[in-house]
């Protein structure tokens, strides 16, 4: 999973869906929470890629 930062416009909507692996960052932009992201993503980090709206999640 690729979680790109420069991309992310806080919108929060990985952080509502899988906190476990996501976090934010004082400005609003996405943190990764877990060292070892999913790899193929399970269903709750695929939905987050999916509902995130600036592609910054793959
Ligand atoms: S859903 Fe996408 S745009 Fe919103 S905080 Fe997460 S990575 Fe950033």
Same mark, same amino acid.
């Not at 476990?20 to 990764?32: I, P, T, W």
């Not at 790899?39 to 399970?42: A, F, H, S």
């Given at each position: 999973m690729i979680v $790109? #930062? $420069?991309r992310c416009i806080g919108a929060a909507l990985c952080v509502l869906t899988a906190p #476990?692996?996501? $976090?934010?960052?004082?400005?609003? #932009?996405?943190?990764?929470r877990a060292a070892d992201l999913p +790899? /193929? /993503? +399970?269903d709750v980090a695929a939905l987050a890629i999916r509902l995130c709206p600036s592609g910054a999640l793959r």
């Open positions: $790109d #930062r $420069d #476990r692996y996501f $976090d934010q960052d004082d400005d609003g #932009r996405v943190l990764a +790899e /193929p /993503p +399970e």
